[in-house]
């Protein structure tokens, strides 16, 4: 097998087919569909077709040699996995509209930041229509977004997380090879609420905090006055609205709950300032880093 690169971010690909090659359907090509299609291209010899809303992602998938071709109704019927890199409520919609077209030896699994919301469902029409359902979340992206921002490395050495359900430990297990195979570092599995509450805190808490950190009135006078500090914690302001705020609705109780522990975590140190005792504002600090510290990251 021959594999190189046509362009930036372009996978040009001479493969054969092996008894173990899988034909893939990967639903919505943004840029963590995009670089699902792209790793597979470099990584497997799978044989890989794209579905996306607007036709601008398709044709440069089709051009760099990132898709095999444009996945229809036909193709559904014959895939043996179905990847959603749609938004929560559109991958589910995109699941009941064509779920007379999957097949029943496909393997459907989303890509999601939230899995309470949909998993059930996604499982429920799973049992409805004969297919198979299990939960991915990747942990991986990029401040930007779409197509032109995929990278068929993007999941190295990231961390896939799996939510089985009550699918088949078959196919749980051909989720998670193939995530090993693009890449993946380390495969953690989880129910849906144990995802979402942890996901509150590592994930969403972080882009909470980053829009409340620039929206002071001090954050357009930064330029010469910041350095590393303001970056880290600014970094992902550059925030997908309508994604992350369907996102943080949709995991409402548990990212709420992280958000008030922050705000009282700050009010504990706000008040340590505010008396000017500082024994007791260090002490808070220093039990700051022993945390961090004994993380060893």
């Not at 010469?224 to 925030?239: C, K, L, P, Q, T």
């Not at 008396?275 to 260090?282: I, M, N, P, S, V």
Request: aromatic content about 8%; some cysteine; charged content about 25%.
């Amino acid at each position: 097998m021959e594999r190189g690169f046509g362009g930036e971010g372009c996978v040009l690909v001479t493969a054969y087919h092996t008894e173990n090659t899988m034909k893939i359907v990967i639903a919505g090509l943004g840029i963590i569909g995009g670089s699902i299609a792209k790793a597979l291209k470099k990584y497997t010899d799978h044989e890989i077709y794209g579905i996306n809303r607007s036709k601008a992602p398709l044709a440069k998938a089709l051009e760099c040699g990132a898709i095999d071709g444009v996945g229809t109704n036909e193709t559904l019927k014959t895939a043996d996995m179905l990847i959603l890199g749609m938004y929560p409520d559109a991958a589910v919609e995109f699941v009941k509209s064509h779920a007379e077209f999957i097949g029943k030896k496909c393997i459907v699994t989303d890509t999601s930041g939230i899995k309470s919301e949909i998993c059930p469902k996604l499982s429920s029409l799973a049992k409805e229509h004969g297919f198979t359902f299990v939960g991915f979340h990747p942990m991986a992206g990029k401040e930007k977004n779409g197509f032109d921002v995929s990278d068929a490395d993007l999941f190295l050495n990231a961390s896939a997380i799996l939510i089985p359900g009550d699918a088949p430990a078959e196919a749980v297990k051909r989720v998670a090879d193939l995530t090993k195979k693009i890449g993946f570092g380390r495969v953690v599995y989880a129910t849906p609420e144990e995802h979402d509450r942890m996901i509150a805190f590592t994930s969403q808490l972080p882009h909470v905090l980053a829009c409340a950190y620039v929206f002071s009135p001090q954050c357009p006078k930064h330029e010469g006055f910041s350095a590393g500090s303001y970056r880290d914690v600014s970094r992902v302001a550059n925030i997908n609205a309508s994604l992350w705020s369907e996102l943080f609705i949709e995991n409402k109780e548990p990212l709420l709950l992280e958000i008030q522990t922050l705000i009282d975590n700050l009010k504990e140190i706000k008040e340590g300032i505010e008396k000017g005792d500082r024994e007791e504002l260090a002490a808070l600090l220093h039990q700051a880093r022993v945390i961090k510290e004994a993380l060893g990251e």
